[in-house]
């Protein structure tokens, strides 16, 4: 705390901690009167070069007066900030508002100067920028909008900090200095620069986790069994190609090795670095051991103790503490609770893990949060490998644990780049970062598959999450935005998993059918028309079909123009001229390798023989591999991966988590398809040269269902090269808005909005309410009906009634006072007095289909615009779609046909068609006031009644509150849960 002298208390609300350009961490704080000695001990250790450039003349140490006013900060006109490791300063930024002293509290300056001083054994690992956006974010948060520093020309290292940040800048030189202004507020380069950095440093620190030089385990038992012993002779057995050391504070002295690896008692007895140290020790002795390691210079630890958040309170309060004193050291941490981490690069050979068997290396990036489900996905990817190196093993594995400190987010960082992974699988039972977790996929997403299991219902203890308000249904339609491909079950992410990390994209939805059973390829056929594919009539080859058949049939598939991909079924043949399975499995590979990209799935039924074989390495074709892109703007490119196979003949496995897929019923009207960006509809460029190793499914509905998953993820990734944009409105008043939401929200914290300030509000972003005026007596709503006109309706209210026509609370088409005045009576008598039933009268709107558009700010994932058909559609179905704010013209017309129900819009079965185009610009303009004003927090237009030429909307309500705060427009920063 700060003493009397201060201003303001101090603001614990700007501690961070957060990951620098090399991996570490480090943590930010304000300094404090209590940091003296601290400071004078950082200044002692930084070269005269680096004190010259900070104070422009020699200045060999700090005098007792700069030590005060280095150390005594009002937190407003003057704040200072450190980056510490191990509780020791390696650097310094300071700000002192401009004028600040000689002006009135009342009318402070809005410009300060800032300047920094970095230890030189810290320098160029990305402190100065780290500190530069946290002192930024404290600047304006005390109203300062700009920053000025001087800096001697010869202070690259400096000025390139400056002018690398992406803010708005000028520079001048005067006497002999460089003098830099730049505003604070953040723009979109500051952003891009901002997040270029952060997925840099976070790939890196995960990278320090899973390439290190050197591994200790701490916590290894001298008898056989327990953890430590095992998870070191996982190590010794993978070939782990660093030193490894056994760690025990009970081995005696005299004990200098244990299985061939080299015994210590302490990880501070060890010669030599330790870059990751696995700790196996209860959880009481963590943190004895977490201090070992930080003052070793440890990068990472893998905490594989229970006893943590999982817990309860009491354990919770344990991880936090856990989390604070790694980071302090700079170091990051999987778990706590953990299973471990597995790298299995031939440089590495990393097995840091419970799993007793090193996974076959691969191209597949595995996460899992559930030790269990990890252990079932290796396993199963492991059994339909079929012994083959690089065909369905994997590049890399983390189980995270309690997920206290490094997450999925990380992870996605590290596999973004990462030219060993080119197919990245995730089983989730929490997004503790939502708005985070999408921005991250939907980059990732554009260079390389993404499958993903989102467990539902609550997150498990151990995980402390974000609150949010948004539906399960809801998260996972985001996900999908994001280019997410969301499957329900393990079964489903493995099957779709390697499909993608074996074959290339499909063009298109249309797949043609062959094989050797009619009924098996007409079970084929249903399965692509419930999930939304368009299959060819398929061709039945006979039992008595040769290997020579199925590869001219192949072949001939493949040929075909209308054809995007080829489902291949076999069942076993009786006779002579039946091929064997590794003649099978050779014809259909070989046709595979010389026909044009398209991707093949075998559905092989009591044929476990074929799937082996389809694994096995071709005699005759080539094998190749080309490298996953890493461009984000190469979308229509289709992931390259290594020699690949899949097959299964199995179709549930332990630890199998199945859910029910619902079926998408096929309308007879078609829905048009959202508008393609030129070009969109080329085929993925270039084919997979190993497509010869085809993936086989034990069942028609798994294999269709995975190719499914691939034809929308195509789809996705043709639309994501042009994502559209948000259009400009002429008759928007952003401004008017922005004044007429101050001056209500100065009545309280949040209110919802009357019918008048909903109009006037929706009116300014060009969203015109059907007046509806209240109707207390017979004769007002009779003076009401002959102002707007014949024929109207009377509604009632009253929230149970309200929109409910088939209660009886709204009254349509009153031609005449007459049938008006029935209506009211009727009303009135039916469900009470007027004044309960709150009635208005409103002029009737042309006939249409009635819709429902809402938005809300959620406080994790932030802004979600909604749509879906009014009634029991979106209120009994559930049958609404999704998009993150701001939502773009592309957006706003794939959103109208994500429903189920959208044939109703355009023209079902004969009906008029509606106006769409008015539909998507009601949607734009109500996603530009809630992007434009965070201040609205709620929106619902219901009805809304889309005819076939332009909508009415008959009803509204608007909800203002102070916006949650925005951590992702904020500094980087590390969660701490």
Not at 210 to 239: E, F, T
Not at 437 to 456: D, E, S, W, Y
Not at 462 to 490: M, N
Not at 756 to 782: K, S
Request: proline share 8%.
């Amino acid at each position: 705390m700060q003493s009397a002298p201060d201003r303001h208390e101090y603001p614990a609300h700007w501690e961070a901690d957060v990951v620098l350009r090399d991996g570490g961490t480090a943590r930010i704080r304000p300094i404090t009167v209590d940091d003296a000695e601290r400071l004078v001990s950082f200044y002692e250790q930084v070269s005269d070069e680096s004190k010259y450039y900070r104070f422009f003349a020699p200045y060999p140490r700090l005098s007792a007066k700069d030590v005060h006013r280095f150390t005594h900060h009002d937190f407003v006109d003057r704040v200072g900030l450190a980056a510490t490791v191990g509780g020791e300063f390696i650097a310094t930024v300071r700000y002192d508002r401009i004028g600040a002293d000689g002006m009135p509290a009342s009318a402070p300056a809005d410009e300060a100067e800032v300047a920094f001083l970095v230890q030189d054994a810290h320098q160029g690992r990305g402190v100065a920028s780290a500190l530069l956006e946290h002192i930024g974010a404290v600047a304006r948060e005390r109203g300062i909008r700009r920053f000025a520093a001087e800096v001697l020309p010869a202070n690259s290292k400096m000025i390139k900090v400056f002018t690398d940040a992406g803010y708005t800048q000028k520079r001048s030189f005067e006497d002999g200095v460089v003098r830099l202004e730049f505003d604070l507020e953040p723009t979109e380069r500051s952003l891009a620069v901002q997040r270029a950095r952060e997925q840099r440093a976070e790939a890196r620190s995960v990278r320090r986790l899973l390439a290190p030089g050197s591994v200790a385990v701490v916590g290894v038992g001298r008898a056989p069994g327990g953890v430590g012993r095992g998870v070191l002779g996982n190590l010794r057995d993978a070939g782990f190609t660093g030193p490894l050391y056994a760690v025990n504070k009970a081995f005696p002295e005299d004990l200098k090795e244990i299985d061939g690896v080299p015994a210590h008692r302490s990880v501070g007895e060890i010669d030599g670095h330790v870059d990751l140290a696995v700790v196996a020790v209860p959880a009481e002795h963590v943190p004895e051991v977490v201090a070992e390691c930080g003052e070793h210079g440890v990068q990472g630890l893998v905490v594989l103790a229970a006893g943590y958040a999982e817990s309860g309170p009491e354990g919770r309060e344990r991880q936090r503490a856990l989390v604070r004193h790694a980071r302090a050291y700079g170091m990051r941490i999987i778990g706590p609770n953990a299973f471990g981490i597995v790298n299995t690069a031939p440089t590495v050979r990393l097995n840091a893990s419970l799993a007793p068997e090193m996974p076959r290396p691969g191209r597949i990036g595995l996460f899992a949060q559930s030790g269990a489900i990890g252990v079932a996905l290796l396993s199963r990817l492991h059994r339909r490998g079929g012994g083959v190196t690089g065909v369905t093993g994997v590049s890399t594995f983390v189980s995270s644990g309690n997920r206290a400190d490094v997450s999925g987010n990380d992870v996605l960082q590290y596999w973004y780049d990462d030219p060993d992974t080119d197919v990245a699988l995730m089983y989730l039972e929490s997004i503790g970062n939502p708005r985070k977790f999408t921005r991250l996929a939907r980059r990732t997403a554009a260079a390389k598959p993404l499958v993903v299991v989102q467990g539902a219902g609550s997150a498990p203890q151990g995980h402390a999450v974000r609150a949010t308000r948004l539906p399960h249904a809801t998260v996972s339609a985001l996900l999908r935005q994001a280019g997410v491909i969301r499957v329900e079950t393990i079964t489903e992410l493995v099957d779709t998993g390697l499909l993608l990390a074996r074959q290339p994209l499909p063009n298109g939805p249309r797949v043609a059918i062959l094989g050797n059973s009619e009924s098996l390829g007409l079970l084929t056929y249903d399965a692509c028309l419930s999930q939304g594919l368009r299959p060819l009539r398929p061709r039945d080859l006979t039992t008595q079909a040769t290997a020579e058949d199925f590869h001219a049939a192949l072949a001939r598939a493949l040929a075909d123009d209308a054809c995007d991909a080829v489902v291949v079924t076999a069942i076993p043949a009786i006779g002579e001229a039946s091929p064997g399975d590794a003649e099978l499995a050779e014809a259909l590979r070989t046709a595979a390798a010389a026909g044009p990209a398209k991707p093949v799935l075998v559905v092989h039924v009591e044929l476990g023989g074929l799937a082996e074989a389809l694994s096995a390495a071709s005699s005759t074709a080539p094998r190749a591999r080309a490298a996953a892109t890493t461009d984000p703007q190469a979308h229509s490119a289709p992931p390259r991966a290594a020699e690949s196979h899949t097959a299964d003949a199995h179709t549930a496995g332990a630890h199998t988590v199945d859910a029910p897929v619902p079926d998408v019923p096929t309308p007879d009207t078609p829905v048009p398809p959202a508008p393609q960006p030129p070009g969109s509809a080329t085929s993925p460029a270039g084919a997979p040269e190993d497509a010869h190793l085809i993936p086989a499914y034990p069942a028609a509905e798994r294999a269709v269902r995975a190719l499914s998953e691939a034809v929308k993820y195509a789809h996705w990734r043709r639309e994501a090269a042009d994502p559209g944009k948000v259009p400009e409105y002429d008759d928007i008043d952003e401004r008017g808005a922005a004044e007429l939401i101050d001056g209500l929200l100065a009545r309280g914290q949040g209110l919802t909005l009357g019918a008048d300030e909903t109009r006037e509000l929706l009116g300014r972003y060009g969203v015109h309410l059907r007046p509806a005026v209240p109707a207390p007596t017979p004769d007002e709503a009779a003076r009401a009906a002959g102002a707007l006109g014949y024929p109207v309706a009377l509604k009632a209210t009253v929230p149970h009634l309200r929109h409910r026509a088939d209660l009886g609370g709204v009254r349509l088409d009153l031609a005449d006072e007459e049938q008006l005045r029935r209506a009211y009576a009727e009303l009135t008598e039916l469900f009470g007095s007027a004044e309960e039933l709150r009635p208005v009268v409103q002029a009737m709107a042309p006939r249409g289909v009635d819709t429902v558009v809402r938005a809300v700010i959620d406080p994790a994932a932030g802004a979600v615009l909604s749509f879906g058909l009014a009634g029991a559609a979106s209120q009994l179905l559930g049958d609404m779609a999704h998009r993150l704010v701001p939502v773009t013209d592309r957006d706003a017309a794939s959103l109208v046909r994500s429903i189920r129900t959208a044939p109703l819009l355009f023209g079902w079965r004969g009906s008029a068609a509606v106006d769409t185009p008015a539909l998507e610009e009601l949607l734009l303009r109500v996603s530009r006031l809630v992007d434009d004003h965070p201040e609205v927090v709620a929106v619902t237009l219901e009805p809304v009644v889309v005819a076939p030429h332009g909508l009415s909307v008959l009803g509204a309500s608007v909800r203002l509150a102070p916006p949650p705060a925005r951590d992702d427009l904020g500094p980087r920063t590390l969660p701490v849960y």
